[in-house]
């Protein structure tokens, strides 16, 4: 799985590189030979490249990438966004290089030189963007905006270096005005910006990082991606003496007049990844609507329900109100416990549940989508969506469990602070009832006693790439879609 980097902790694992042995002047030109080798991989023939340059470290990789491209017979244009006699350190000294390995160095440096910018674009087959790069902090205007728009309008194919510029390295935000790419080479490692808020729609095709010497592990605190090696790893045991029992029962407690079809979604999730057994505890008023509409899952009224020796539980899809008491009875068990929606918002509004959820000693999981989880955190969902890495810290800190925040780029978080992120995915799972699928998927997956956080992993991201596939159309045709995924990739 791939490490995911903040601008801080980029800082971190490249002073750490320093600190080794490996002098700046070296790193840019690692990074530099890594963005020639990927233009020349993705430039449609050999005619010439354009590359736009800023005055950061960013810049510095493309005046690198310029004097390799030059040194290989390629025709290079470097355009520089700002004055080169303005740089400092390493970069200074590949930007000497470049013109004396033959590149044209160009100014445009104000938007009175913006036709400089416009005539070398038109001649271009690629355009390298290296303008900012992890350092893009503020927004952006005047000139350098201007500067980027001109890019993206000019319809030329862009590889971006690290990030597409213009895009918040740590949030994924658009500061003011961003580059459109069609490829984007991460420099040692993936950061958050290239998969949160607009980033994912700005940067193409991400390639895999360029390996420069820098470790991502000397970063302290990083987060991983989740990669397709996971499914592997759910192959299930096909021992020939397995019977329903081997694979677990799934208790799900839900349902309500209006919503009875959360819990029976919810069921069959579990039974998509094969739990053995499945049953519903739903409130007496819905009990026989649910019963009737329900074959595989065995359907009992809540109170009288022997769900004791449970091997996982899922509690909340479409429960309504009204179920503290048993919402309580479930949090003094000491059986695995996962919460979504309905339970999750009366923990919300009661602190006693909120302090017996954090005080149970057996396994528990929440599961908010944004809305949820502002509710939790006491803020707007707006804010949630605004930093969600944040957001899913201050949820581990307030719930004292594990956490799946749920939405576009699904976050997990272990009690201990690990943090792992679903680059899977499709805006087919916005419909109602995907995330019922969800809930019981996990459940039914720790039912069947994988590890945790193998469980969650293992759910999200097959649940997520099932959701990426054509032929379904409502949630009551993922469970299908996400049996036949899993028998394809596992």
């Not at 030059?70 to 470049?98: F, I, N, W, Y």
């Not at 580059?179 to 910006?193: F, H, N």
């Not at 959360?262 to 998509?272: T, Y």
Request: glycine fraction near 12%; proline fraction near 4%.
């Amino acid at each position: 799985m791939k490490q995911i980097l903040t601008a801080q902790q980029m800082r971190q694992a490249d002073q750490a590189a320093i600190d080794g042995g490996i002098s700046g002047f070296a790193l840019m030109r690692r990074a530099g030979r890594a963005v020639a080798d990927a233009a020349q991989r993705v430039a449609p023939d050999t005619g010439r490249m354009v590359i736009v340059v800023g005055s950061g470290n960013n810049g510095g990789d493309g005046y690198a990438a310029a004097t390799i491209l030059s040194q290989m017979k390629v025709r290079v244009t470097v355009v520089a966004l700002c004055d080169p006699a303005g740089l400092g350190g390493a970069a200074a000294e590949h930007a000497e290089l470049a013109a004396a390995a033959g590149a044209k160095i160009r100014h445009a440096c104000s938007a009175e030189q913006a036709d400089v910018l416009s005539f070398w674009l038109t001649r271009a087959v690629l355009v390298i963007d290296a303008v900012f790069g992890t350092g893009m902090d503020r927004d952006l205007g005047g000139w350098l905006g201007e500067a980027l728009d001109i890019v993206n309008a000019s319809d030329r194919p862009v590889l971006s270096v690290d990030l597409p510029s213009g895009i918040n390295s740590d949030t994924g935000a658009v500061m003011g005005a961003a580059i459109e790419a069609d490829w984007t080479l991460p420099i040692a490692a993936v950061k958050w910006g290239h998969w949160l808020g607009e980033g994912r729609q700005h940067h193409g095709r991400l390639l895999a990082p360029a390996d420069i010497g820098i470790e991502p592990e000397a970063a302290s605190g990083s987060a991983l991606m989740l990669d397709e090696s996971l499914f592997r790893l759910l192959r299930p045991d096909e021992k020939l003496d397995m019977h329903k029992g081997s694979f677990g029962h799934v208790w799900v407690f839900g349902g309500s007049e209006g919503f009875s079809g959360a819990p029976r979604l919810a069921a069959m999730g579990a039974m998509a990844v094969h739990a053995g057994l499945v049953s519903i505890a739903c409130p007496d008023d819905v009990h026989a609507l649910i019963a009737t509409a329900s074959l595989e899952a065995m359907v009992h009224k809540q109170e009288r329900a022997p769900w004791s020796h449970a091997d996982a539980i899922i509690a909340g899809p479409g429960w309504g109100d009204g179920q503290q008491k048993m919402l309580a009875e479930l949090l003094h068990s000491d059986r695995p416990l996962l919460l979504d929606a309905d339970a999750l918002n009366l923990l919300a509004g009661d602190a006693l549940l909120q302090s017996a959820a954090g005080k149970r000693k057996a396994l528990t999981v929440y599961t908010p989508h944004p809305g949820e989880a502002s509710r939790m955190l006491g803020c707007t969902a707006a804010q949630v969506q605004q930093d969600r890495p944040a957001a899913l810290r201050s949820l581990l800190e307030t719930l004292r469990g594990w956490v799946v925040l749920k939405g576009e780029q699904t976050l997990i978080g272990s009690p201990d602070g690990s943090i792992w992120l679903c680059p899977f995915g499709s805006n087919r799972l916005a419909t109602a009832g995907s995330g019922d699928v969800l809930g019981g998927m996990l459940a039914g997956l720790l039912a069947q006693g994988l590890p945790v956080e193998l469980a969650l992993a293992g759910g999200v991201a097959l649940h997520a790439r099932a959701g990426e596939e054509e032929g379904w159309y409502r949630a009551g045709q993922l469970p299908d879609k996400v049996a036949e995924v899993r028998r394809q990739l596992c």
